[in-house]
């Protein structure tokens, strides 16, 4: 029996950027708790619930598109397809500050107290991070690519 299953336009990239999303914000909190306390823990724990902030616009109820008044919740691809967007700009921003925070001459004091044996598990946690991040970027943009896939494919169906 040749069972054929097929998702919902927006399943394939709401899981994707959930998924990536989720495992970014983990990824933070586990840094935040293995490095050393003060208020670069903090920074790394705010990071990490900015990460699941990309999920955001996937929220039944958050986005609308309304037009004259109308308000129509949106698909579920156009909305994946924000939320992934959101997640390509944050991962990029995020990128960017673990490797400000990793190649900044003077950076080594953003924690606080830095001992002798800490700049090295530093660096490891920070270039873990921003392979992190990384694949959070490939992630969002294989869901952008899907959610686009599907706009399109329901475009040249009603056109």
């Known amino acids: 029996m040749d069972q054929r299953t097929r998702?919902?336009?927006g399943c394939a990239p709401a899981g994707i950027v959930g998924t990536a999303a989720a495992g970014s914000a983990a990824a933070h909190?586990?840094?935040a708790a293995?490095?050393?306390a003060g208020a670069m823990a903090w920074w790394m724990a705010g990071m990490g619930i900015a990460c699941l902030a990309c999920l955001g616009p996937m929220l039944p109820g958050?986005?609308?598109a309304g037009r004259a008044g109308r308000t129509v919740p949106l698909p579920a691809d156009q909305a994946a397809g924000r939320a992934a967007?959101?997640?390509l700009v944050m991962g990029a921003a995020m990128v960017l500050v673990h490797?400000?925070?990793l190649v900044a001459p003077g950076a080594g004091g953003h924690h606080g107290r830095v001992d002798?044996?800490?700049p090295s598990a530093h660096g490891v946690t920070m270039l873990a991070l921003?392979?992190?991040e990384l694949l959070c970027l490939i992630g969002a943009s294989a869901a952008l690519r899907l959610a686009r896939r599907g706009l399109h494919r329901r475009r040249a169906v009603t056109t």
Request: glycine share 8%; charged share 5%.
């Open 62 to 64: 958050r986005l609308w």
């Open 29 to 31: 909190v586990v840094a």
């Open 34 to 36: 293995l490095g050393p």
């Open 85 to 87: 967007g959101h997640l």
């Open 130 to 132: 921003i392979a992190v």
């Open 99 to 101: 490797l400000v925070l």
């Open 116 to 118: 002798a044996a800490l």
């Open 7 to 9: 998702l919902l336009p």
